[in-house]
């Protein structure tokens, strides 16, 4: 019986280093939100649709385990990339954010993505911004963003 136990331990590990090897991420996104602003390095709300007059919207996003790495929001509006957005991680737990001024006539569907420096998507969150509905999640689709907008970054 003992045996066996020995054995099964010894697979059990050698697949959990295997799977370490494969370029498993260690780092994680804890939390990642569409807000109407951040206070004090916290979002004041999570919105999944907002008004057309909003003037401006954010994303936030906390980032575990990360530390050294870089990372980035891309930012895409109706499909059509808008902007990306870089962040150095600097500690173990690190908020970033980063944010949108809107006009009136860019109602529709806007996604971002949680991008690291090696392109693994982390985070895909859409916000609905005017008359239109959220869709769910897994209508999702990796977008790429050619410019960079407003940062923000802390621990």
């Known amino acids: 019986m003992f045996g066996k136990w020995c054995v099964a331990i010894m697979v059990s590990g050698l697949m959990m280093a295997a ?3 494969q370029g498993v991420t260690a780092g ?3 939390r ?7 206070t004090d390095r916290e979002p004041v709300d999570a ?3 907002v008004d057309a007059d909003t003037r401006s919207v954010f994303f936030f996003t906390e980032l575990r385990d990360l530390q050294g ?4 929001h891309r930012w895409e509006y109706d499909g059509e990339p808008m902007a990306v957005v870089g962040f150095d991680v600097g500690g173990p737990r690190w908020r ?3 944010s949108k001024q809107m006009q009136p006539d860019w109602q529709g569907l806007w996604r971002v993505q949680v991008v690291t420096d090696d392109g693994e998507v982390l985070a895909d969150e859409v916000l609905a911004f005017g008359d239109v509905d959220a869709p769910a999640v897994d209508d999702a689709e990796e977008i790429i963003v050619p410019e960079t907008h407003f940062m ?3 621990s």
């Open 19 to 21: 799977l370490g090897m």
């Open 96 to 98: 970033v954010w980063s």
């Open 28 to 30: 994680e996104v804890a």
């Open 69 to 72: 790495r870089h990372v980035v």
């Open 32 to 38: 990642a939100q569409f807000t109407t602003g951040v």
């Open 47 to 49: 919105v999944t649709g």
């Open 152 to 154: 923000r970054s802390g």
